[in-house]
């Protein structure tokens, strides 16, 4: 069909055949072309067989479930994840937010609110190119440490690579952009996601918690990305961009 390839392609993952068929359905008559997998094992074929723009990925699956799935996807790439969990206890979805998924969704769920998910999470990881709005910017350095806006992942002071999750490689961009000024939750997420912040989100203080840790930060005395009491957080280091 003409212009099959122009449309975002979405994985469904998910067990269940009903579902699978309905989404696909659905996610087809609004605009995307999908593919569908039961469990892990389909999902990778599936990957590696074509091009996906992004995964929606089931909690509870046969064999590796989904917190592994997305957290092996994520070592690998910054492919987008959104979680679906039949589960509604926040641990769930910490966990889900944790291992690397850029947005969940607790079934029983409406189609178009997925519909609306995916299109807000496609819309902030290609609202910007790999190499940013600046064509000759391809790196930000800070404290030893560089932030490739090409690949899209960290480098170690030891020149070792560090891979980042979608969410987290647009917190860290938003941080290195604006060095060494308090940011609010509400900014942050406006700079990560185009919303504000709800009174129950914790998905800010989870994706700082995630970066430090793959900074190598002490969690009770954090050096680079330090948190400023009722305020937010900073970045605590001089920031030079590379072309």
């Not at 504000?196 to 914790?202: L, Y």
């Amino acid at each position: 069909m003409p212009g099959m390839e122009s449309q975002p392609a979405i994985l469904v993952v998910d067990d269940d055949r009903e579902i699978r068929a309905l989404l696909a359905e659905y996610l087809d008559e609004n605009g995307f072309r999908t593919v569908t997998a039961a469990d892990g094992l389909a999902m990778w074929r599936e990957l590696d067989d074509g091009r996906v723009d992004l995964v929606v990925l089931d909690l509870t699956l046969p064999g590796e479930d989904g917190l592994t799935l997305c957290r092996t996807l994520r070592a690998r790439s910054s492919l987008p994840v959104i979680m679906l969990t039949a589960r509604g206890a926040p641990l769930d979805r910490i966990l889900g937010l944790e291992m690397g998924a850029d947005d969940y969704l607790t079934k029983p769920f409406e189609p178009r609110e997925l519909v609306a998910r995916i299109r807000n999470v496609l819309r902030r990881t290609q609202a910007l190119p790999p190499n940013l709005e600046t064509q000759e910017a391809k790196r930000m350095v800070f404290a030893g440490w560089v932030l490739d806006l090409v690949a899209r992942h960290l480098v170690s002071p030891k020149d070792t690579a560090v891979m980042l999750s979608g969410a987290e490689f647009r917190m860290l961009k938003a941080l290195l952009e604006h060095p060494n000024r308090v940011l609010n939750r509400d900014q942050l997420l406006n700079f990560t996601k185009g919303r504000d912040a709800d009174p129950f989100d914790r998905s800010v203080d989870l994706q700082i918690s995630r970066l430090r840790q793959k900074l190598s930060e002490d969690a009770k005395a954090p050096m680079l990305i330090k948190t400023v009491r009722n305020e937010g957080y900073v970045l605590a280091a001089s920031v030079t961009v590379e072309s």
